[in-house]
């Protein structure tokens, strides 16, 4: 069962005439939630802090925002929480004059049932035609232009495909539709810099961590497709799903490597503690 809340009320209705529906003037995050508790709450509240001094929307209540995450979580036990904030309201034309009240929807939905099995058996990408732009103003932000990754997307369905890696402008790789993408050659792990598009991870954020920690050096860097490719194993990553193995690239397969079975349990862990 779906539930909604558009600033604090119990509604699935915004105006017209607001800027997330006009322009996706406003950014947004999406939260797991296990056993009635919000995954990396502190990191998704960070995030949406970010997005919005970025984008200079009016400062919300973020005291008000932790309780009702907190009071959902409770009532929706197991899920996915998603936060929408948009500019608000405001008057014809891009100005964003006079915009000081922003609109803040929550919403649930149930966690899809697939990425269990995707954790165990992997999953086979294919490689998207559809370029990304760069924009250094709003990488890496959560924000509500995605117009990029719908048709992405289309492209998916078109295909059959589960996901696809994706390149930007100059044919350097940049993420999948819906997550970011790590690779190890090597013992050395690659992972796109995303100074100029894409979306910067909050697990993404987790497992450069665990890497850390583990002494394990990340190349983060501006890559073509044949070095993802040429990988030893490859694995994607973003908050509902965690750690998913890629076992295959259009026509090559790839074994689900030990370095990606040690961060699955690893978050698995940090998830359950």
């Known amino acids: 069962m779906s539930m909604m809340w558009v600033n604090g009320v119990a509604t699935d209705v915004i105006s017209a005439s607001d800027r997330g529906f006009s322009y996706g003037d406003g950014i947004f995050t999406t939260i ?23 984008l200079a929307i009016a400062q919300i209540d973020f005291d008000a925002l932790l309780n009702q995450l907190c009071d959902v979580a409770k009532m929706l036990a197991q899920g996915v929480i998603k936060v929408v904030i948009s500019r608000g309201v405001g008057q014809r034309g891009y100005s964003s004059v006079g915009c000081d009240s922003p609109t803040v929807v929550v919403s649930t939905s149930p966690l899809p049932s697939c990425y269990q099995a995707w954790q165990r058996d992997g999953i086979a990408l294919g490689v998207s ?22 048709l992405v997307k289309q492209q998916i369905d078109d295909n059959g495909w589960t996901d696809a890696v994706v390149l930007d402008c100059q044919a350097c790789v940049i993420e999948t539709n819906m997550a970011n993408l790590f690779w190890r050659n090597g013992d050395k792990v690659y992972t796109p810099n995303l100074d100029f ?31 993802l490719t040429d990988a030893d194993e ?11 193995p890629v076992v295959a690239i259009e026509t090559k397969s790839y074994a689900i490597g030990s370095l990606t079975k040690r961060l699955i349990a690893h978050i698995s862990h940090k998830d359950h503690v």
Do not use: Y
């Not at 508790?37 to 995030?47: G, N, S, Y």
């Not at 035609?129 to 719908?150: C, D, M």
């Not at 490859?234 to 998913?244: E, Q, R």
């Open 197 to 227: 598009s894409g979306v910067k991870g909050l697990m993404r954020a987790q497992v450069k961590s665990a890497l850390a920690a583990w002494a394990i050096e990340v190349v983060e860097d501006r890559f073509k497709l044949s070095s």
């Open 32 to 54: 797991k939630v296990t056993n009635g508790v919000c995954h990396l709450l502190p990191d998704h509240l960070m995030r949406l802090q970010r997005g919005i001094s970025a």
């Open 129 to 150: 035609t559809v370029a990304l732009g760069l924009n250094p103003l709003t990488a890496g932000i959560k924000h509500l232009n995605r117009l990029e990754q719908v």
């Open 234 to 244: 490859i694995f994607i990553t973003n908050c509902l799903m965690d750690v998913v």
